[in-house]
């Protein structure tokens, strides 16, 4: 299990970049006119969708060729895999781009963002790495110098330059091609890499499998500006995400414990499954108990701040211009609660390889918002997007906790679950 020490220099990391992040978008929304700034966020959200490709499930892959101590041979293989289906996922974002009628200008925006994230993916396969090497301290400074690059690339364009919205693109994809290099160098002398071709398949199939939900996750967490987009706008997705910038710092810390955890939870499955001693079972337990209640309490904190604090705060730092979309950070709190509650059961499906369920239960999940926001969106406007994010990602909790009864104390993440409900109340 991870010390103590390395969930602090994550989370050390994630704040310092949590405050770089905050900066960023106060910069943006202050430096960008609504309309700019709605057409940037619609056009990240749209590439975001085709995390498939970018990421393609290496997240879990690697880390559980790493607990098999086939680390070297999965870095190669992971490499290999992406360039396959680099091709593929550029023809295939650009195709959907024009389809959807969108813009000139946001087309042109979205080429980059594609870029962008085509770079952002095989850098990430370095952090992986990195993560599973135990070398957390290093992880950390990578986190805060991507953000320190990206509001540095802002400053510079916008401040500096006066440059447009292209060339400020232009820039994010020059940047990545930066956090690129820095990435693989400063990993690969860490660890040596190697092809093995007869490994590739069963890495392609279990990348696959978990790519498959977490596409659907990050789907359901970017639908909402999605169908803002199309049913009433960009500058309908800029003034909605004014207060979902907050919900979505607390992403920050939902990633940090499962760049902390997960490794060491592949371990326990490992040792359990090569050993079935009653030894391996009860660290197993142990940690998932400790992960539940922690991971519960944090959200449930969390939740009580942005409800008791959140609007005076971000009403000083943006100003009257997006006044009336501040009122739905309280929807976005209880979001963010649902999210935390859901950290223990999804780590334990993704170790225990529930892919049919996990991705059925996503599925519905995007799904059911996306009929939620195509019938209230029109009746009720911005706040009917955070409605309808709110019930799917808590039917999904639900269908979450059923899954893992074996493993999770469900009453206990409930009871946290009833407590956040009463609050609000």
Same mark, same amino acid.
């Given at each position: 299990m991870p010390a103590l020490s390395s969930l602090i220099y994550m989370i050390l990391g994630s704040f310092s970049a949590l405050f770089i992040f905050l900066a960023t978008t106060i910069l943006l929304a202050k430096w960008m006119s609504?309309?700019?700034?709605?057409?940037l966020m619609a056009a990240e959200a749209f590439?975001?969708?085709?995390?498939?490709?970018?990421?393609?499930?290496?997240?879990?892959?690697?880390?559980?060729?790493?607990?098999?101590?086939?680390?070297?041979?999965?870095?190669? =293989?992971? !490499? &290999?895999?992406? *360039?396959? @289906?680099? %091709?593929?996922? /550029?023809?295939?974002?650009?195709?959907?781009?024009? +389809?959807?009628?969108?813009?000139?200008e946001m087309i042109e925006v979205i080429h980059y963002y594609t870029l962008v994230m085509i770079l952002d993916s095989f850098a990430k396969i370095f952090g992986i790495v990195r993560r599973a090497l135990g070398q957390f301290k290093m992880?950390?400074?990578?986190?805060?110098? =991507?953000? !320190? &690059?990206?509001? *540095?690339? @802002?400053? %510079?364009?916008? /401040?500096?330059?006066?440059?447009?919205?292209?060339? +400020?693109?232009?820039?994010?994809?020059?940047?990545?091609?930066?956090?690129?290099?820095?990435?693989?160098?400063?990993?690969?002398?860490?660890?040596?890499?190697?092809i093995d071709l007869s490994r590739i398949k069963e890495m392609f199939k279990d990348s696959f499998a978990y790519s498959i939900y977490d596409v659907l996750e990050e789907a359901q967490g970017n639908i909402d500006r999605l169908m803002l987009t199309y049913l009433m706008g960009t500058t309908a997705v800029a003034f909605y995400s004014v207060p979902a910038r907050l919900n979505r710092f607390?992403?920050?810390?939902?990633?940090?414990?499962?760049?902390?955890?997960?490794?060491?939870?592949?371990?326990?499955?490992?040792?359990?499954?090569?050993?079935?001693?009653?030894?391996?079972?009860?660290?197993?337990?142990?940690?998932?108990?400790?992960?539940?209640?922690y991971s519960s309490l944090t959200g449930t904190l969390i939740f009580l701040g942005i409800l008791l604090g959140a609007e005076p705060v971000l009403m000083w730092i943006f100003g009257d211009v997006y006044a009336s979309s501040i009122p739905l950070v309280k929807w976005f709190g209880l979001l963010t609660l649902i999210w935390f509650l859901s950290i223990a059961p999804s780590m334990v499906m993704a170790c225990e390889a529930f892919h049919k369920r996990r991705i059925s239960i996503v599925f519905i999940s995007t799904l059911l918002n996306i009929l939620l926001s195509l019938s209230l969106i029109p009746k009720l406007g911005l706040i009917a997007a955070i409605h309808a994010t709110n019930i799917a990602n808590f039917v999904a909790l639900l269908a979450m906790l059923y899954c893992t009864r074996h493993r999770i104390n469900i009453k206990m993440i409930l009871l946290f679950c009833a407590i956040g409900g009463l609050v609000f109340i």
């Open positions: 609504p309309e700019d700034l709605g057409i590439t975001t969708i085709f995390s498939f490709f970018f990421d393609f499930g290496f997240k879990n892959s690697i880390l559980k060729c790493s607990s098999e101590n086939r680390l070297e041979s999965a870095i190669g =293989n992971a !490499i &290999l895999i992406k *360039l396959s @289906i680099v %091709i593929p996922v /550029v023809a295939l974002t650009y195709l959907t781009a024009y +389809l959807s009628h969108f813009e000139a992880t950390a400074a990578m986190n805060v110098t =991507n953000r !320190i &690059l990206r509001l *540095l690339v @802002i400053f %510079i364009v916008l /401040v500096i330059c006066k440059g447009s919205m292209l060339f +400020l693109v232009q820039m994010f994809a020059l940047s990545s091609l930066i956090k690129l290099i820095i990435a693989a160098l400063t990993t690969l002398r860490l660890t040596g890499i190697s607390s992403q920050l810390i939902i990633q940090t414990v499962n760049r902390v955890y997960l490794p060491s939870l592949h371990d326990f499955y490992t040792a359990v499954e090569n050993h079935s001693s009653i030894t391996s079972e009860k660290n197993l337990k142990n940690f998932i108990s400790k992960l539940s209640f």
